[in-house]
Each structure stands twice: as structure tokens, then as C-alpha cells.
């Protein structure tokens, strides 16, 4: 029984297809609009169209950004040859949060997981091989602790090495398989200082 009609129905379904949310959240979140004041909604839609129309990978270190080189990347005051790799944009976010970090990033948008066929081509490591050919003193991999995340770690420095670049591997203490968006500030400072070279 479609007790809606068919504009709602299609509302509630397009939501309820976005990650994490389910019918009822999708429910919820559709009265709500419908009862938004229409600008609003108006606003809602355009920024989701505009961002997706103009949120691109940062030319140098491939995080989401709608420059062509992100604001991290254009710091003069950010240290250039100590990179930090991580898995994702959430992944730079929280690092950034901590405020003490003041190398630049780079993003590979996704671990190595032979399991799910993602292979080293398909994440951005070209991209950081291609950066390490400038001036690089360190390299520390913030991948998760994750089977994949480690893997990743493992196939990175065994790439990196032979270039005579010194790469860290940050502590563990961060909670294996944990998302590294979830930990607190402190727990990602400590692994941070706590780094073992590879
Ligand atoms: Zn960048």
C-alpha cells in the first residue's frame, strides 16, 4: 500500500539508499523536508549539486576539495617533506583536528585488500610515488590497523624504502581494526610521537 503517493515514496527511498540510513531515518528525514521551508530545501538541494559538481582530488595530495590544490597543500607554513599517509579525507579531518600535526598528507582513497580484489592500483600510490621524486625527508604511514590497513603499510614501505626515504608506521595503541575518525585526539597524538621507523 503506498500511503504517500508516489513523490514521497520516492523521497523516502532515495534517502533510505544513502549509507547508514534505514527506513526509518529515511522516513523521518523526509517529514522533516516536506516541512522545511521551501527556501531551505531549495538551499539543501543546490549545495549537495554544487559540491558534487565541484569536489575534486587535491592535485598534490589527493584529498576531496573543491580547489585545484587544497588549502593544506597551499600553507606555506605546512613542512612539505614530511608526509602522513592515510586511507581517507575523514582520516586527514582527524589528524587536522588535533591541531599539532604540521606535515601535509596524502590520501590514497582506500587500503589494499586482495580479499576484495583492491589492488595497489586501485588507490592513489602512483600518485605518491610521483611526490617522492621532490625533496621528502619522511614519510609516516597512518593507514588503519585494520588487516588491509596493515597490508597496505606493509606494501608501501617495502615500495618506499629503496628510495633511501626514512618511513615511520604510527604506533599502535590506536584499537585494531578502528576507524582512526573515531579515536580521540589524544590516543591519535600519542601514535603519532610514539612512530617506529620501518
Ligand atoms: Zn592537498
Redesign the pocket.
Known sequence: MDYYGNQMSRLIEQLSALPGIGGKSAQRLAFHIIHMPKERVEQLAQTITEARENVRY??????L?DQE??P???NPSRDKKTIMVVESTRDLAAYEKTGKYEG??HVLHGAISPMLGIGPGDIRLKELMQRLQGEVNEVIIATNSSLEGEATAMYISRLIKPTGIKVSRIASGVPVGGDLEYIDEVTLLRALEGRVEL
Open positions: 587535491c592535485r598534490e595530495c589527493c584529498t576539495t590544490i587544497c593544506i597543500c597551499s601535509v598528507y
